[in-house]
């Protein structure tokens, strides 16, 4: 596709592509906005580097593409309720293993959100690579009879599969989960979705968070699971990114997951704002 307010280059085979020639300091004029949008929705995933921008300019590009989610877990920064900070002193610190599996974002919820877009403020200075899989192709390049099984079984989203055995023998454990478990209740999703602007079939399935498929024995669903990871895991579904400061990531949250890669020693520091958009199927 041919556009005239934007560069782009792709950076892998499946998804992702490196924006140029705009500067999110400033706001976008409509057709600029129309050219970044058709990138995302035909690249899932995109990236700019160089952008030093204000939490304030951070929010209002994310703005353009639909209203803001307010996280209900993860601490917001003052006065920026928006957006969120996501700090690690290391990537072996103990809260990162939320990040550290395929996943989409608040797939645990009802309506999870349309798109991400993630800032770094202080990249290690090697490792802390993300990754993303691109979710149209986990699905293409299943089976036929694979499609067919798949297209008719739905799987259960449940935050508090994250909490560990030793998590809840702690002090205030038990309390904490029951909190986290009335606050998100576990909800259904189907395994293939349907993408609601481009109406792509999906693969829908978070490492993290998916627990059992409905209507299987426990071994069943395990089972399947099990293989649906692996699969997501191929490696010509990826795209990796290594970050720059001021660089930023913008993926469409309905057909990708993410994983953040926990190889560095360094302090690491990023801001995420979270759009909400149409939903899937």
Known sequence: MTYHRISLQPISGS???????VDLRQPLDDETYQE??????????????DQ???????????RRFGDLHVHPFIPTM????????????????ENLRLAN???PDLSYTKDPPLL???????????????MWVNLYRAYETLSPKMQAIIGELSAWHDVTKTYRRQELQTEGGP???????KKAPPVLHPLVAVHPETGRKLLYISELTTTHIEGLREKESAALLQMLYQHIDWKELHCRFYWEKNSIAVWDNRCTVHYAVGDYDEPREMHRVTVIGPRLN
């Open 15 to 21: 998804l992702g592509a490196i924006i140029s020639g």
């Open 36 to 49: 970044i949008k058709r990138a995302l929705l035909e690249n899932l995933l995109i990236f700019f580097r």
């Open 52 to 62: 030093d921008i204000t939490p304030d300019q951070q929010i209002a590009f994310g």
């Open 78 to 93: 003052p006065g920026h309720k928006e957006i969120i900070v996501l700090r690690a002193r290391s990537g072996a610190e």
């Open 101 to 103: 599996a395929w996943h």
């Open 116 to 130: 991400g877009i993630l800032r770094s403020i202080r990249p290690p200075s090697r490792g802390g690579d993300t």
């Open 175 to 181: 309390e904490r989960y029951a909190q986290t478990y």
